[in-house]
């Protein structure tokens, strides 16, 4: 079970840093990892996403260069560094695993966290 954290309220321009633990003992090796995000009515979205066998990453156009995906693997946990927050970014921030390398197609996901909240006021 994934335990996602760090979502909060934070003014337009402010930052966050998303976490998400995995459980001891539950191996990383061979897996694709990545966040999502969901509004109401729409289909979850994939914000960034890291493949632990080479560290290569993945980012959707609209978060490049202010949000940065990372991998603690002594603490079994992915990080979101989320900067330049505006108000587009608000919704509900849902990390995830598969084995193989990442992508942003949800549906390949089979382990997901229970979402944190973001929301960023104007």
């Known amino acids: 079970q994934l335990q996602a954290s760090g979502g909060g309220l934070v003014q337009s321009g402010g930052s966050l840093r998303l976490s998400c633990e995995a459980p001891?003992?539950?191996?990383?090796?061979?897996?694709?990892l990545a966040w999502f995000r969901q509004t109401p009515g729409n289909e979850r979205e994939g914000v960034s996403c890291?493949?632990?066998?080479?560290?290569?990453?993945k980012y959707a156009d609209s978060v490049k260069g202010r949000f940065t995906i990372s991998l603690d693997n002594d603490k079994n946990t992915l990080y979101l560094q989320l900067n330049s927050l505006v108000p587009a970014d608000t919704a509900v921030y849902y990390c995830?695993?598969?084995?193989?390398?990442?992508?942003?197609?949800?549906?390949?996901?089979?382990?997901w966290g229970q979402g944190t909240l973001v929301t960023v006021s104007s």
């Open positions: 890291i493949t632990f066998n080479d560290g290569s990453t």
């Open positions: 995830a695993t598969e084995y193989g390398r990442c992508s942003f197609y949800w549906d390949e996901y089979d382990s």
């Open positions: 001891p003992g539950f191996s990383l090796e061979g897996l694709a």
